[in-house]
């Protein structure tokens, strides 16, 4: 049984049908006085002690003071050592004014935060006291205390939002006092897996407390009976779409087995939901343990659902449909959702047509309703756990259902205590689980940063139901109200992603590989684009130049014939330019406006070639199916970001200020003939955006891409001239480095795009200084030993994910790429660890296999230079990590190596291999140094959650990408404009707004407006 559903169906269709269901009159007024009911008596019980609710309510998410406590609490207890402490503390509490802040509680824990944060706030900003030397002192004195003191209150904080840091400790907990009157469902808190090791720890934990709860579990019967819940992502490294296969082959045998262990105990099993693209995985899985014969006869196997998801109403159906083909009960967990901001952003970077979950919180308000009377609908096929903190939406959950038979509530531990104790108090009917998280302080973490997200906006009823200035009437606002029409469905502020660059440009079309439809569709379009064979030969005025072909063999396996390629001779490329001049004068008198069209239509045919674009990323360039996408998209982005570019350049021009009675326009106009050079590591995209930029402006151009990939290069100037641009405008020459080397130093050429290896580019600055004529403008963008830096405050978990990319997707084959990672003493072996562990489940081979991670590079050739390369560092670095490559085909592993300098590397190592300094707080300077000496300016990352510290690595390395607690490659067209200075290229930055004035010259347009006798606007305007 398949589960397919739309990945992203329209909101106002939607809402369409959510709006047909309204209350009536009678279930209005019910609900209102319920809910109402309910609110005062929060108000009026309070919590001395003090909950989330009043604590963001104190410090709100959306102030300054919010976000630095936020990141307080998610880094401080990771740190093991007390400077690197001391530095995050007095950076985050020299943020906001925490100094004059007044407290609005009345909770014990609120107040004493705020008065610790003031005092603290006062240590650490020596401005505010009356003398500076007694600051200076009472600072020195004041932050070994007052570390101790934000360690202990954090502690305190976790205390009050986990039940236990064990299992054990948990239960005691659960069965003592008011806890004693609510079921529970025990969550192991901890980040998903990132290595085989990682995974079975949570098998393992996830194993023992099943056995303790089920000891402590009593005799009472499903559904009130204790549970857990699963994360499936912290029991399997890959858990990803693409990975599924491998998923269920592994994954699915330690899930059944959990289930049978709580099965034996009677216990409740609910698979946890998480981000939008897993969650079709998720579902496989899911069913899958339900077909074992093993779990069969057993009800407490569950499932939750996120009613932000749009897909939710589809899910809950499916799972109805599974409980029916297996004659079982199944447990459905409904929640409003915990990762919204992800989804948002994430459907946003790869380019989605919609948003897999609303962009407004009321539209989320009426699915979850729509959801919850289906499940009620189902009872008791399915077992209704409905999960919100939310007053109104509990009294519509009792009107919906009518009595308080064969469903429970459910809340967090921590949260929404007053609102349940009513209900429960009330009702006596009712049934209410506790969702716990166990586990140890620095597990907490993650957890408790996503509460406060998820219920700390302004529109959250958890941030402001204990506001007594918030009238109770506004929180008693009908979702079907707040959204009135459907045409409202959508939040105005929140753009499509198609839409996301405003309206000078459409985003290029991206899609979800967890959406099987979807990734179905687009490996059918691979699929039928083997067919006709690739031919990549000398095009020069719309003529294919025939001559001697030569298969090119595929890196995937060094037997594929990927197409045939007819190379240039040095005539070829004489008449290349020629031809180019020739064309220069009808092309750059064309309109801009002509111009930019022309590369909009080549951008959409782009995106209609992508099955055929794929085909050849694969088999010439070994790109894997994720890199590929993203290669074509940017190669689109390029072409609709300088159409955009050049209409704002090349229109009227710039209307300059001057004196009465004169006209003044500064203009771009094109330079002559472009040779543009582009590297095999993006066969398409570079090339594209070299070609895009140059014509844009209205020079015409001679492309020449990189010997190893013309096959590429010569579909993208097929769909170039097929949309429109004249055959005279572009010519392709493919050849070697001496064609190249031809080009450049034709007395013909007025410019030179080039991206490649800095030994080139300075080969063709020299080539260029020595011509004579005008000074032709060099634009290279070279490579550069990237490095990363890496404190104390990191998470290791994602400090793994965003190394793991940068040093290893296109198998370290972007100048953008990973080379240096340095990371501080203090905590360096855990990192390593992490990092290693995750790099062992890596697939590596051939990259028309979806589930490939890290394809071949490129040629023998390259294969050969990091094979040496890994044999000299075997010899003078420690081996952390060598992985295990295909022997068929040009493959190299990744490989970990740590050096005892950052100036033991001394080049760029165009491949997997990544290599690792530690460093001591002390040296942090030198560091940077060294970093600084290397003469490379290209990228650079920063792991770190103290703002101090990237500030001042970023103003004394003039790097040209910086990216900060993220992944350090995958710049995005007008986004991220990529390029670097020194031996990293001469700028201007791709994708930018300085690059298109380098392929133009300015000129000025001064006219005497009064020479026919005078200056009649003048006197005419005067009295």
């Excluded at 049984?1 to 809402?15: K, L, Q, S, T």
């Excluded at 350049?649 to 003044?664: A, V």
């Excluded at 740590?898 to 997997?912: C, K, M």
């Excluded at 700028?987 to 133009?1000: E, I, S, T, V």
Aim: proline letters at 5%; hydrophobic letters at 45%.
């Amino acid at each position: 049984m398949v589960f397919n559903a739309p990945y992203a169906e329209d909101d106002a269709a939607m809402a369409s049908r959510l709006l047909a269901a309204r209350w009536n009159g009678e279930q209005r007024q019910f609900i209102q006085a319920m809910a109402r009911h309910l609110i005062e008596t929060i108000r009026a019980r309070g919590n001395p002690f003090g909950g989330i609710e009043d604590l963001l309510r104190e410090y709100a998410i959306s102030s300054t003071e919010g976000v630095a406590l936020m990141v307080l609490a998610e880094a401080l207890l990771r740190i093991p050592e007390d400077s690197t402490a001391d530095h995050l503390i007095e950076d985050k509490l020299r943020t906001g004014d925490f100094l004059h802040h007044q407290a609005k509680s009345e909770s014990l824990l609120v107040n004493a935060a705020v008065w610790a944060l003031g005092i603290s706030a006062r240590i650490i900003q020596p401005d505010e006291m009356p003398a500076s030397i007694l600051s200076q002192l009472a600072k020195r004195l004041g932050l070994p205390t007052l570390r101790v003191a934000a360690r202990q209150a954090v502690r305190a904080l976790g205390n009050h939002f986990i039940l236990g840091q064990t299992i054990e400790e948990a239960l005691t907990r659960a069965q003592a006092g008011q806890a004693a009157h609510y079921r529970y469902s025990f969550d192991i808190l901890g980040e998903g897996a990132r290595t085989a090791e990682d995974a079975r720890h949570y098998v393992r934990s996830y194993a023992a407390a099943i056995d303790a709860i089920g000891q402590a579990a009593g005799h009472a019967p499903l559904p009130n009976r204790p549970g857990i819940s699963v994360k499936l992502s912290a029991l399997h490294p890959r858990f990803e779409a693409l990975s599924r296969e491998r998923v269920m082959r592994e994954l699915v045998p330690n899930v059944t087995a959990l289930a049978r262990q709580a099965k034996s105990h009677d216990l409740n099993l609910t698979i946890d939901a998480e981000e939008a693209d897993r969650l079709e995985l998720t579902l496989d899985v899911f069913a899958a343990v339900i077909a074992d014969s093993s779990t069969a006869g057993w009800d407490g196997f569950g499932l939750a659902v996120q009613a932000y998801q749009k897909r939710a109403d589809a899910v809950i159906d499916h799972v109805a449909a599974l409980a029916r083909a297996h004659s079982r009960r199944l447990m459905v967990r409904l929640v409003k959702g915990a990762y919204w901001d992800t989804e948002i952003k994430r459907a946003q970077e790869r380019g989605l047509d919609d948003y897999p979950v609303f962009t407004r919180k009321a539209m989320t308000d009426l699915n979850y309703m729509a959801c919850a009377r289906k499940l009620l609908g189902l009872r008791p096929l399915l077992y209704p756990q409905f999960a919100t903190h939310n007053a109104l939406t509990v009294a519509a959950l009792v009107q919906a259902a009518g009595n308080f038979d064969g469903y429970e509530f459910q809340r967090l531990h921590g949260m929404g205590e007053a609102l349940y104790s009513t209900l429960l108090d009330d009702n006596r009917g009712a049934a209410c689980r506790i969702y716990a998280p166990v586990g140890g302080h620095r597990e907490l973490l993650g957890y408790l940063v996503r509460r406060f997200l998820e219920n700390g906006a302004n529109s959250s009823f958890v941030s402001v139901v204990t506001d007594k200035a918030v009238a109770i009437e506004d929180l008693l606002k009908d979702p079907a109200d707040i959204i009135g029409a459907s045409a409202a469905a959508r939040s105005r502020a929140i753009p499509l992603p198609r839409d996301l660059y405003g309206p000078d440009r459409i985003n290029s079309s991206g899609l979800e590989f967890g959406h099987r439809a979807s990734l179905d569709g687009l490996l059918a379009e691979a699929g039928k684009a083997i067919q006709p064979r690739a031919l990549a030969a000398p095009v020069i005025d719309g003529n294919v130049i025939p001559g001697a072909a030569r298969a090119s063999i595929s890196p995937i396996d060094g037997t594929t014939t990927a197409g045939e390629v007819v190379m240039s001779d040095a005539s070829v490329a004489d008449r290349a330019v020629a031809a180019a001049r020739a064309g220069f004068a009808a092309w750059s008198m064309q309109d801009v406006e002509m111009r930019a069209a022309t590369l909009e239509r080549a951008s959409d045919l782009i995106e209609k070639r992508r099955g055929r674009l794929l085909h050849l990323l694969a088999v010439e360039a070994g790109k894997t199916l994720d890199d590929a996408v993203t290669e074509i998209r940017e190669a689109v982005d390029f072409c609709r970001y300088y159409a955009s570019e050049a209409r704002r350049l090349f229109g009227d021009g710039q209307r300059m200020p001057g004196p009465t009675g004169e006209s003044n326009v500064l203009a771009w106009r094109p330079r002559g003939v472009f040779i543009a050079i582009s590297p095999w590591n993006f066969p398409l995209a570079i090339f594209v955006g070299q070609i895009a930029a140059a014509l844009a402006c209205g020079n015409t151009v001679v492309a020449k891409p990189a010997e190893q990939t013309p096959l590429i290069a010569a579909e993208a100037v097929r769909i170039l001239h097929e949309a429109g641009l004249p055959a005279s405008a572009l010519h392709f020459v493919p050849g070697d480095g001496a064609i190249g080397a031809l080009l450049v130093a034709h007395p013909d050429v007025a410019g030179v795009v080039f991206t490649g290896s800095t030994e080139v580019a300075r080969a063709i600055n020299r080539t260029l200084a020595a011509k004579e004529g005008p000074i032709v403008p060099l634009i290279a963008e070279t490579g550069g030993v990237n490095a990363m830096l890496v404190d104390a405050t990191a998470l290791p978990e994602q400090v793994a994910d965003d190394v793991l990319a940068s040093a290893f997707r296109s198998t370290g084959q972007r100048c953008s790429s990973l080379r240096l990672l340095c990371i501080q003493d203090d905590v360096a072996d855990r990192m390593i660890d992490v990092i290693v562990g995750a790099a062992r489940e890596l697939k590596i081979g051939d990259p028309r296999d979806p589930s490939t991670h890290i394809g071949p590079v490129i040629d023998r050739e390259a294969k050969g230079r990091l094979d040496d390369h890994i044999a000299a560092m075997m010899q003078s670095a420690r081996l952390h990590y060598a992985g295990t490559a295909p022997t068929a085909g040009t493959y190299v592993a990744p490989h970990l190596f740590e050096l005892d300098r950052p100036e033991a590397l001394t080049e760029e190592v165009f491949g997997p291999i990544l290599h690792v300094v530690r460093y001591a707080v002390a040296d942090f300077d030198r560091i940077i140094e060294a970093i600084g000496k290397s003469g490379y300016g290209l990228t650079l990352g920063i792991h770190s959650r103290i703002d101090d510290v990237v500030a001042q690595v970023t103003q004394r390395l003039p790097i040209g990408n910086v990216y900060v607690n993220r992944s350090m490659i995958g710049a995005v067209v007008g986004v991220q404009p990529f390029g670097g200075c020194g031996l990293s290229g001469t700028g201007p930055k791709a994708g930018g707004p300085h690059y298109l004035p380098r392929f133009a010259t300015e000129q000025t347009l001064t006219i005497n407006s009064a020479a026919t006798g005078g200056n009649a606007a003048l006197i005419s305007g005067c009295e």
